[in-house]
């Protein structure tokens, strides 16, 4: 993958060493390469291998390909050039229009859902309807799928959800957070398509967006026993002060007084047959992003995988951690390569400008990084929030006019500022989702 304008961007080593590890970690986790490294066919084309688990497909009537999410499209491509004519049909939602081979493929809405994930994730439940103990079900299941894949719950509405769901993303939530009201307004999520598949034999593909990889996390987790319940659903709209219509706060009410089933928890007997495999996530851009640094020379560090809370305040830390190395050699010796993952989150306040949480963290870094400092922060799947660009690359000369900057932040409008001095990173959608992805190059 490359990014637009990338000569310009890539004015000095350090800012080209940036934009390698950042090309380098995207590439490395392209769901294609993660089939790659852990699927396998036997020699007779018999036994399909998911890491250490064996399928006789001999001992299957059919295989189903049932799922959804940004990165699921090239799940799919993958999974056909291995599996060829074995695989008998499926669907998959994604957020735009794909070509795949013997899987329909439906186009829905993200980060809010639309009728489109409803129609899709109707679709696929109408399909898991139809699978017995003699289906083999793979799930390709990323990223996005929270919002891609919406079967509403009884009683609740797409308008509702789409209304919980633009509350929920501005309110500061951390996405496990948001997924246990999710959950519980879906027949889908929280187990609901493993449950909908009467007794085969799933197993989820997953490429994990989330901090920590947490497949109950992942598109909320629809082949994953759910952890969360009705009561920690209500807690976390009352903790943010979540705008939820009536009908899913009344929804949640009924659950929490044991007035509506649960979503399926991890004794529940419809898992015994499913099995969830994560195969790539962010630690797999992290360290193809190092292995390209120290290549070139530079120490590494992984500051973390799981970075979360506000992105402004995330911001001033990659300063201090830049700040550290060149007076003290430490947590990296210079010239060095401090890496970082995880999700950070921005609390909108009323009419809140343009950009995402990278954006605004490499702004808020720009103001204050040490001179000679390089920081590259993106969302990997190329859409940072909803811009059109992954996100920033900025060093100290990014901010010439710190209060201008200041009060683009104040706006949370990272996006026009850092535009207009030619800092945002512009990719396209790059077919995988496995988080954010931080690069602070700290040369001699």
Do not use: W
Not at 237 to 251: K, M
Not at 367 to 393: N, Q, W, Y
């Amino acid at each position: 993958m490359t990014f637009e304008n990338r000569e310009r961007h890539g004015r000095s080593p350090a800012h080209e060493l940036a934009l390698d590890c950042l090309a380098a970690g995207i590439e490395a986790a392209r769901p294609e390469r993660a089939v790659e490294r852990h699927l396998s066919l036997s020699t007779d084309g018999g036994v399909l291998r998911v890491r250490d688990e064996a399928y006789d497909l001999a001992d299957y009537d059919r295989v189903l390909v049932l799922g959804g999410g940004k990165a699921a499209g090239g799940l799919v491509r993958a999974l056909s050039a291995l599996l060829g004519d074995r695989i008998d049909g499926g669907a998959v939602v994604l957020d735009a229009p794909e070509d795949l081979d013997r899987v329909e493929v439906h186009v829905g809405g993200h980060p809010v859902p639309d009728e489109g994930s409803v129609a899709g994730a109707r679709r696929l439940l109408e399909l898991a309807g139809t699978a017995d103990r003699e289906t083999l079900v793979l799930a390709p299941v990323t990223g996005g799928g929270s919002a891609l894949l919406a079967a509403p719950a009884e009683g609740v509405s797409l308008g509702e959800l789409r209304a919980v769901t633009e509350s929920l993303l501005a309110s500061g939530a951390s996405i496990d957070e948001m997924n246990a009201v999710r959950k519980h307004c879906s027949a889908i999520k929280g187990g609901g398509l493993a449950r909908a598949c009467g007794g085969a034999t799933v197993v989820g593909l997953l490429v994990s967006d989330v901090v920590g990889d947490d497949p109950a996390v992942v598109a909320s987790g629809p082949t994953v026993p759910d952890p969360s319940t009705f009561a920690d659903a209500r807690a976390v709209i009352e903790r943010y002060g979540v705008d939820a219509p009536e009908s899913i706060r009344e929804r949640i009410e009924r659950g929490t007084a044991g007035e509506a089933a649960e979503t399926p928890g991890p004794d529940d007997p419809v898992f015994s047959r499913v099995s969830n495999h994560v195969l790539v996530g962010g630690h797999t851009a992290i360290e193809a992003a190092r292995e390209v640094a120290e290549e070139r020379g530079y120490g590494t560090r992984l500051l973390s995988a799981r970075l979360r809370g506000e992105a402004a305040a995330a911001g001033l830390t990659h300063v201090a951690v830049a700040e550290e190395a060149l007076d003290t050699g430490e947590p990296v010796g210079v010239p060095g390569v401090v890496l970082s993952g995880g999700e950070t989150t921005v609390t909108l306040g009323e009419d809140p400008g343009e950009g995402g949480p990278n954006q605004e963290l490499a702004l808020r870094a720009a103001i204050e990084l040490p001179e000679g400092a390089v920081l590259a922060s993106v969302d990997t799947d190329g859409r940072d929030g909803g811009s059109d660009a992954a996100g920033a690359l900025v060093d100290a000369a990014t901010v010439d006019d710190a209060d201008e900057a200041r009060e683009a932040l104040a706006g949370h409008d990272a996006g026009p500022f850092l535009d207009s001095r030619d800092a945002l990173l512009r990719s396209g959608r790059t077919g995988t989702n496995v988080n954010d992805l931080r690069v602070l190059v700290v040369p001699e």
